[in-house]
T-cell receptor, first 112, second 118 residues
Framework: GNSVTQMEGPVTLSEEAFLTINCTYTATGYPSLFWYVQYPGEGLQLLLK?????DKGSNKGFEATYRKETTSFHLEKGSVQVSDSAVYFC???????????FGTGTRLQVTL | GAVVSQHPSWVICKSGTSVKIECRSL??????MFWYRQFPKQSLMLMAT?????????EQGVEKDKFLINHASLTLSTLTVTSAHPEDSSFYICSARGRGGPFQETQYFGPGTRLLVL
């Protein structure tokens, strides 16, 4: 079956630091890949996605590239802000049912 | 963009009572809705998938008689937690997927409902 593995958190960074959150996947077929963000007390919001190999998803300064050769979809941001503090979930989906398989989430804490 | 709402956002109930949570897609037709449960500091666990007009498909280990799901229209799905007990306290999140283009490729999530059973 499908699975998604994320780096464990929490990740604590100073404002304006560079962020990388690693995500790797296993899947039958060619999954679509997603990053979702969950702010405290809220539901998940789609941050970015990529549907095929070499696609780059980007939004709000975050980027992730679908790497088929390394089965990875690492999330990056060049300069984080305090407002980026949240839990980030990597996810994959395949097939017509499009059920999402989530990683365990990585908590990011950005300090001044 | 696609908007999914949930109601209520917070509910506290006594043990043994039933609680209904609504999930609505506000600006698109949701052919499929998903219900998740999230425990503190953990990932989302898919409970069930429902297609409009069909019975829900439950994931292994989820009691279908306890968690009743109805998807009667293309904009509304409900989750009823029957005879709730303290162990049912959790954060329940729905998501919706529609027809065509981005609505078909992506699940759009509601803001979640926090249930506390006393």
């Amino acid at each position: 079956g499908n699975s998604v593995t994320q780096m464990e958190g929490p990740v604590t960074l100073s404002e304006e630091a560079f962020l990388t959150i690693n995500c790797t996947y296993t899947a039958t077929g060619y999954p679509s890949l997603f990053w979702y963000v969950q702010y405290p007390g809220e539901g998940l919001q789609l941050l970015l996605k990529a549907t095929k190999a070499d696609d780059k998803g980007s939004n709000k300064g975050f980027e992730a590239t679908y790497r088929k050769e390394t089965t990875s979809f690492h999330l990056e941001k060049g300069s984080v802000q305090v407002s980026d503090s949240a839990v980030y979930f990597c996810a994959s989906s395949t097939g017509t049912a499009s059920k999402l398989t989530f990683g365990t989430g990585t908590r990011l804490q950005v300090t001044l | 963009g696609a908007v999914v709402s949930q109601h209520p956002s917070w509910v506290i109930c006594k043990s043994g009572t039933s609680v209904k949570i609504e999930c609505r897609s506000l600006d698109f037709q949701a052919t499929t809705m998903f219900w998740y449960r999230q425990f503190p500091k953990q990932s989302l666990m898919l409970m069930a998938t429902s297609n409009e007009g069909s019975k829900a498909t439950y994931e292994q280990g989820v009691e279908k008689d306890k968690f009743l799901i109805n998807h009667a229209s293309l904009t509304l799905s409900t989750l009823t937690v029957t005879s709730a007990h303290p162990e049912d306290s959790s954060f329940y999140i729905c998501s919706a997927r529609g027809r065509g283009g981005p609505f078909q490729e992506t699940q759009y999530f509601g803001p979640g409902t926090r249930l506390l059973v006393l």
